[in-house]
């Protein structure tokens, strides 16, 4: 099926199959008609509420079902929708809300206190009005109500107007920025078809699918999860945040929901491989374990393996600024050892991986070089930050020999990689200070932009080390107090910059040193700092 427009997809598989079920979460079950009437009213309030196309809508909302309902009413208005992760700092959600500038914020309950929170850092002028997704309005008279949920009712007629732009931009996903602010991706209508469509022909997913929904809604993980589903006519079950990474709850409710897909982060199912989540031959309705975001390593995957003969296991690469992949490989078998490496694999459909040098020349096959990105995932930049947009996203020569003028737009991933002489890619690490942690995306300067403004920290730097018996990176801090300062009190400093930065963002090792490691141009050494924090061994006072 062929639209222009994300919410489509289910307009398309209302008319045709109207009580299939779209979206599950625990007792709740949505069919497409009612995915569809809902958003439907609901648009015509934001409508009614000011919403006009172009505008954005900030969604600070918890993941439940009813806030797919609002992605879709957003799109059906023309408006792209800012999906904000509620437990992150109200000073960090006010900066995304700022830049936005949304002209509505739906919120329910669970964001009240943050809504409260975050008042003094919004600026009086053009502050957003609010549809509460609750039956009654909270009590918060420093914002305006626009509606509340019982409002949806008394729409009888949709009225909203029709746009046909699929260039448009459907949704603005913040991640992580060096400098402490978060940058907006602007991801339109055109880039999210082209992925999902790819998606859905080459895993053949089907109205007989049952698709999970694991990652937060403001991942772009999930954007794949809910439109993969919607275009395919599957049923979405989307995993509460409650068991999150609970290892043996996971295995249960994958288990329980008769998943036939299952897509996440490579963290959560190492976690579960190490956790013996999974008995042997069982799932037998899953069909494909899809993952994305980081490396998934070698011996949790052939544990997966092993375990599910009958499943067929995907590796997706990609990063948010080009929309939730660019390349995928599909194992032929199960490794044979864990040193084996898994490619990030062949560019999907539409889609071009360029490995180049410094000069932005090709590198040869076998050899390591940065990995830029172009197709028809390549989002429009950052949102109302053009500094950091020409910083990754540039323009070079179309012809791979250079020698015409004709230029295309690319996206510079910050990632290293090879090309084999198979033409499979694989990935070698990053060369910024950009790192993964338990799957989250976190650029070490916002981190270290929260710890500089710790009361009596002079000097800081925050780097990435290897955490025993872990597979993934965790992040570490060594930081220098001023001379007059007593000892610092950890948890007073911890509490302090989850002010700031996200609890997944906090060092879990914190190394107080009289002066830094310094190389001899001066420049703070890295290296031996990253030693430091892997050798040092917090006294524990429990
Ligand atoms: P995000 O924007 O959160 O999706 O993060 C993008 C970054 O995650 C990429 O630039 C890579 O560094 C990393 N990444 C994404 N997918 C993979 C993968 N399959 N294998 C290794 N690293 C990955």
New binding site residues.
């Given amino acids: 099926m062929s639209v222009s427009k994300l919410h489509q997809y289910v307009s398309h598989q209302a008319e045709r199959r109207p009580e299939a079920t779209a979206v599950v979460m625990r007792d709740e079950r949505l069919t497409y008609q009612q995915l569809e009437v809902m958003s439907d009213q609901l648009a015509t309030l934001l409508f009614k509420s000011g919403c006009k196309p172009g505008d954005r809508v900030a969604l600070m909302l918890p993941k439940e079902p009813q806030t797919i309902i609002c992605m879709l009413a957003v799109l059906k208005c023309g408006a792209a929708y800012v999906p904000m992760d509620i437990q992150n700092p109200a000073e960090r959600v006010s900066k995304m809300v700022t830049r936005a500038a949304p002209s509505v914020i739906l919120a329910n309950k669970e964001s009240r206190d943050l809504m409260i929170k975050m008042r003094p850092y919004l600026e009086n002028d053009n502050l957003p009005v609010v549809g509460w997704m609750e039956r009654e309005e909270p009590g918060l008279t420093d914002y305006t109500t626009a509606f509340t949920k019982p409002d949806m009712q008394t729409i009888n007629k949709p009225e909203f107007p029709l746009v046909s732009d699929g260039d448009q931009m459907a949704h603005i996903l913040f991640?992580s920025g060096s400098t402490g602010t978060p940058k907006g991706v602007m991801v339109t209508h055109d880039n999210v078809i082209h992925f999902v469509d790819w998606g859905v022909r080459y895993f053949d997913i089907t109205p007989a699918d049952r698709v999970s929904g694991h990652a937060p809604l403001h991942?772009?993980l999930s954007t794949f999860d809910i439109y993969g589903a919607f275009a395919a006519g599957a049923e979405l079950n989307m995993v509460p945040p409650d068991i999150g990474i609970i290892p043996s709850q996971v295995a249960r409710f994958m288990e329980q929901s008769r998943l036939t897909q299952w897509f996440s982060v490579p963290s959560l199912l190492s976690y579960m491989a190490r956790f013996d989540a999974i008995t042997p031959d069982s799932l037998p309705h899953l069909k494909r374990l899809i993952?994305?975001?980081?490396?998934?390593p070698v011996s949790a995957l052939r544990y997966w393996m092993y375990r599910l003969p009958h499943v067929e296991f995907t590796?997706?690469?990609?990063?948010?600024?080009t929309t939730i992949?660019s390349s995928y490989y599909t194992l032929p078998a199960i490794p044979e050892s864990d040193d084996e490496e898994v490619p990030?694999g062949n560019p999907c459909d539409g889609e071009e991986l360029l490995i180049l040098d410094h000069e932005m020349n090709p590198v040869p096959d076998g050899e390591i070089g940065d990995l830029y990105i172009q197709g028809a995932g390549l989002t429009q930049g950052y949102w109302q930050d053009d500094e950091k947009t020409a910083e990754v996203f540039r323009t070079i020569s179309a012809d791979p020999d250079f020698d015409n003028h004709e230029k295309t737009w690319v996206y510079k991933?910050?990632?290293l990689a090879r090309r084999d002489e198979n033409g499979l890619v694989f990935?070698h690490g990053?060369e910024d200070n950009?790192v993964?942690t338990r799957g989250y995306?976190v650029e070490l300067g916002e981190v270290e932009n929260g710890m500089f403004r710790l009361p009596g920290v002079k000097e800081c730097a925050v780097v990435p080390y290897q955490a025993r018996g872990m597979d993934a990176k965790a992040i570490g801090c060594a930081f220098v107090m001023e001379e007059d300062q007593q000892a610092p009190d950890l948890v007073k400093l911890r509490k302090e910059l989850s002010e700031f930065v996200p609890s997944y963002a906090i060092p879990t090792k914190w190394l107080e040193l009289e002066k830094l490691p310094r190389n001899g141009n001066g420049k703070i050494d890295r290296k031996s700092l990253t030693q430091k924090i892997e050798n040092y061994a917090p006294v524990s006072h429990s």
């Fill in positions: 991640t991942f772009d993952w994305c975001g980081e490396v998934f590796n997706l690469y990609g990063p948010t600024e992949a990030i991933t910050g990632d990935y990053r950009q993964k995306r």
